[in-house]
């Protein structure tokens, strides 16, 4: 039986890499970098299928230049880089892989509340760089992470398993969600719906787990950022343009709040030179998914979506109906 097309923008593991080559006929991204528009629109223009990674705009003049495409399977949970609505107008499915990443993105964002509280980075780059001179009673303090307030901004699969490591460190647990969970949930997870405002004047640790749609973008801005306490630490390990990091960067050096915790940004991968200079900061490269475990499982469910979709099926991770419309 004649394979469908396939095109992959970027290598995924080698585990992956053999089931899709097995499985289809595959055009892959030879270079280890981002494929430029006109690349994705070359290499989309034969395929069944596009498997797309969360840094490739997939916009309706990708979607427009495809006429065989029946499915984007986008490697990522989040789907903000696809035009559902031009998708769907062309009968294209969109896909995502939630669940199989859930707990390594909640296992980063514990390390980064960590990390931000205990100012990790800075002091472990005092001892790479051979300045440390020994222990002293005020070198690196930090905050306590035990027993302080977490406020959860979001709280669906990764925001619930955050709240689970926190009470681990029996933190308070406040969040805010579109829709509050059931009283049965709440209970489990020890967590207090909280109006956006209460959460954000309580909390110790704000952490945000919410897709970034044009409701949720510079959702955290000047005002929000200033309704923080001074001793509040920002985490974000979502999507950067749900902070406006302009203001972000100016509540950091006034002070407003004392540090944040970053695994993304506004305008990938460029961070703002401000921005890398403060010490308050501890700056991750978008690694939130990046356990070998976690990314080999999140082919696996690409793979499954392409399939069902190739064989005129529908689905099992199908966005389509979501409309999360994309902000770009
Ligand atoms: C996703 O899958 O959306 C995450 O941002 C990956 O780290």
Redesign the pocket.
């Known amino acids: 039986m004649k394979k469908h097309a396939v095109f992959l923008t970027r290598s995924l593991p080698d585990r992956v890499m053999a089931k899709l080559r097995e499985s289809f006929t595959l055009r892959v991204n030879r270079h280890d970098r981002p494929l430029t528009k006109s690349e994705i629109l070359r290499g989309v223009r034969e395929a069944g299928g596009l498997i797309a990674m969360?840094s490739d705009s997939i916009d309706r003049e990708v979607i427009q230049t495809a006429p065989h495409l029946k499915v984007i399977a986008n490697y990522?949970?989040?789907f903000n880089n696809v035009d559902c609505v031009a998708a769907s107008e062309r009968g294209i499915w969109v896909t995502n892989?939630p669940g199989v990443?859930t707990e390594a993105?909640a296992d980063l964002t514990f390390g980064l509340i960590l990390s931000v509280a205990r100012r990790l980075a800075e002091a472990e780059e005092t001892v790479r760089s051979g300045t440390w001179t020994g222990w002293s009673p005020t070198q690196f303090v930090g905050a306590d992470v035990y027993g302080k307030t977490l406020g959860i901004i979001g709280m669906g699969r990764i925001g619930q398993a955050v709240a689970r490591r926190a009470q681990g460190f029996s933190m308070r647990l406040l969040y805010y969600n579109r829709h509050p969970l059931s009283a049965d949930d709440e209970r489990r997870l020890s967590a207090r719906f909280s109006p956006l405002s209460e959460l954000l004047s309580q909390a110790d640790f704000i952490s945000l787990h919410l897709p970034l749609t044009r409701e949720s973008h510079h959702l955290i801005d000047e005002k929000a950022l200033c309704t923080m306490q001074p001793t509040a630490f920002l985490i974000n390990?979502?999507?950067g343009a749900i902070v406006d990091e302009k203001a972000l960067i100016r509540a950091l050096y006034q002070r407003k709040i004392a540090g944040a915790g970053l695994d993304?940004y506004e305008a990938e991968p460029s961070i703002p030179r401000r921005l890398m200079k403060m010490k308050q900061v501890v700056l991750l490269p978008?690694?939130?998914?990046?356990s070998a475990e976690a990314r080999v499982r999140?082919g696996m469910m690409v793979i499954e979506n392409l399939m069902a979709a190739l064989a005129e099926k529908r689905p099992p991770n199908a966005v389509n109906d979501v409309m999360r419309t994309i902000v770009s």
């Open positions: 969360l990522a949970v989040g892989t990443l993105t390990t979502s999507r993304v978008h690694i939130g998914s990046a999140m």
